[in-house]
């Protein structure tokens, strides 16, 4: 098993991952162009297919991704071990909680990998 | 009674031989100057109501037995003033966090059964010096402002009854006994840090802190628990500092 | 305060002790927006992927198909249409409060749990303040709320141009 302490260092380490990677993000989408404008399906270098076109920000993305999913999910089984003390509840949360991350994981990576294919055919 | 001024006390009763319901029961309390909620308290005792239990003995912030919660923060009643409450209406309620014996008074011993727990108390690696000491230990002023602050610490368990994590997780060590560990661990006499370290790097220990800073809003000794466990923290990051 | 510890009690007492900073001062708002931030923007993320899954035509699609740009453009056109509602972009501004507030109260945190950025230990006075609370852990705590404040006006305005 891993840690409190790896996972509690790691937790501080996404949290500044995702202050790299989430400004590069809230940057594309709010600062290139007006929002609604970011947020069209093509047409632009900042519009979704643009962004994941890039292979740049489309893997700062995925990083995005991760990071996110492992803090988020960190921080969550924090919270309810907190809650509540007894080896089977925590063992529970734990594993409901890192499934829950791995389908997100899974699900975010397809949308990433899938729109940079179909992105490398739009204008 | 003309002159005097009134106070209205509101306190906790709670008797577990008693059918265990908890109630409140009103007292008027005329106040002189300088007057204390403990000396308010032992006023109701002597004069209104024998049957009140509270439990105090130095009166002077050193014994930190007298500790309960006074208006919604946890105090010592003997170090807490009517007059800096700045109300006519007192609420007093008994410790958070911890069970109750009876009306104010808190069960310590899972407090100190946690401050036992990080080895309160300076360890030698020669079993010999441990049990008989011989040497004079020379600390510097430097070495000793190090931890001389933690070291202030009555037990008065104020820190643990406002500690968030505290009132849900009961297997958190707390303040006090965190910032204890740290005080220990970082006199230089002291040489037992790897096994400091250990007691609390699990699920339920340090980790567990989140740096809400309510123990050092309320220790009446400014013992500031919270910056022990921090630096504590970083101990425990980055590996021991010199020293 | 007496009697036994039940499942719905815990709740009930984590609730409170978690929601309910007043009296402790100002560590313990920062500690109960920092949790209640925490659990929204996490729960924004999870909606914020299968939201963005649309890009590429949603939950269905797992290979690239032959017409798949034009099913791709067309699900997230429509599902741009259905969120842009005042609704949602509301929500948004919200999120982005609770971003900003997060990140910046988080840099707070990351410093201070490992040491940085905290006064010294000091021989206590009476009337002491705590050395935990620095001038610099107080002004950092500001910034998050100035930033999230700011992050809330700008956002707002990104959606509804009301400073335009
Ligand atoms: C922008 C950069 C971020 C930084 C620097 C950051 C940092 C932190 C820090 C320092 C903590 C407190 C841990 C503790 O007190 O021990 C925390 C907690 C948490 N964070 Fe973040 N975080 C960031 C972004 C995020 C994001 C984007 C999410 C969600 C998607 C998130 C979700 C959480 C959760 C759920 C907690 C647990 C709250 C708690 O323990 O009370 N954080 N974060
Ligand atoms: C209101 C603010 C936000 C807007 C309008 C927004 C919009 C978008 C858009 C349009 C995309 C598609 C790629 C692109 O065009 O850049 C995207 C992807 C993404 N966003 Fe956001 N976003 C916001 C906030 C956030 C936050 C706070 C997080 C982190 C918790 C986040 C995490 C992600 C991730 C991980 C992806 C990649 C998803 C994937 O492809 O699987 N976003 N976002
Ligand atoms: S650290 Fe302060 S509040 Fe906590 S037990 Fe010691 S003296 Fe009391
Ligand atoms: S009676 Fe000793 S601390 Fe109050």
Redesign the pocket.
């Known amino acids: 098993m891993v840690s409190e302490r790896t996972l509690m260092l790691i937790h501080y380490l996404t949290g500044l991952g995702?202050l790299v990677a989430?400004a590069v993000?809230?940057g594309?989408?709010?600062l290139t162009a007006p929002?609604k404008e970011?947020?069209e399906f093509a047409g632009s270098p900042?519009?979704?297919m643009g962004?994941?076109r890039n292979a740049i920000?489309a893997g700062s993305?995925?990083a995005?991704?991760l990071f996110?999913a492992f803090h988020?999910f960190n921080g969550l089984r924090v919270i309810l071990i907190e809650l509540y003390q007894s080896p089977r509840w925590e063992h529970a949360v734990t594993w409901a909680l890192t499934v829950v991350a791995l389908l997100v994981v899974i699900?975010?990576?397809?949308?990433?990998i899938i729109?940079y294919s179909i992105a490398q055919g739009v204008a | 009674m003309s002159g005097t001024s009134e106070v209205l006390l509101r306190v906790y009763r709670y008797d577990p031989s008693n059918g265990g319901k908890p109630r409140y029961q009103n007292y008027r309390v005329p106040t002189f100057r300088g007057m204390t909620v403990l000396d308010a308290l032992i006023y109701i005792k002597e004069n209104l109501d024998p049957t009140l239990s509270i439990r105090y003995s130095c009166r002077m912030a050193s014994c930190g037995s007298c500790g309960m919660t006074i208006n919604g923060l946890p105090r010592l009643a003997c170090f807490t003033q009517i007059s800096e409450l700045r109300s006519k209406y007192i609420l007093v309620q008994p410790l958070r966090n911890l069970p109750i014996i009876k009306d104010l008074v808190a069960d310590l011993d899972e407090f100190f059964n946690k401050h036992k727990l990080v080895k309160p108390y300076l360890i030698r690696r020669d079993v010999e010096e441990q049990e008989n000491p011989r040497e004079q230990y020379r600390q510097s002023e430097e070495e000793l402002e190090r931890y001389v602050q933690f070291a202030y610490c009555i037990k008065c368990a104020l820190c643990y009854s406002a500690c968030p994590v505290v009132s849900t997780d009961k297997s958190f060590p707390g303040p006090q006994a965190l910032a204890q560990l740290y005080r220990y661990y970082i006199d230089t006499r002291d040489e037992a840090r790897e096994e400091r370290i250990r007691i609390v790097d699990g699920a339920h220990g340090i980790w567990r802190c989140h740096f809400a800073d309510s123990c050092s809003q309320v220790c009446p000794k400014g013992v500031d628990p919270a910056l022990a466990i921090q630096l504590m923290r970083r101990e425990m990051m980055f590996g021991p500092s010199k020293g | 305060m007496a009697g036994r510890r039940n499942g719905l009690a815990v709740l009930v007492e984590a609730l409170r002790t978690w929601l309910v900073p007043y009296r402790y001062g100002l560590e313990r708002w920062s500690y109960t927006l920092q949790r209640i931030s925490g659990v929204v923007?996490t729960l924004?993320?999870v909606a914020?992927?299968v939201e963005?899954?649309y890009?590429v035509g949603g939950p269905s699609v797992w290979t690239i198909r032959p017409d798949a740009q034009q099913y791709a453009e067309r699900v997230w056109t429509e599902t741009i249409k259905f969120l842009s509602n005042p609704l949602f972009d509301a929500g948004?501004a919200i999120?982005?409060f609770f971003?900003a507030f997060h990140t910046i109260n988080g840099i707070r945190l990351f410093l201070a749990h490992f040491g940085w950025g905290l006064g010294r230990p000091t021989r206590p006075e009476p009337m002491h303040r705590p050395q935990s609370m620095s001038p610099t852990q107080r002004a950092l705590f500001w910034a998050s709320i100035a930033f999230a404040v700011f992050a809330l006006v700008y956002?707002t305005n990104a959606f509804f141009g009301v400073l335009a």
């Open positions: 995702i989430g993000h809230i594309t989408v709010f929002v970011n947020l900042f519009a979704v962004v994941y920000l993305l995925e995005l991704l996110v988020a699900y975010g990576t397809r949308t990433i729109a | 923007i924004y993320f914020h992927i963005t899954g890009v948004l999120i982005g971003v956002t």
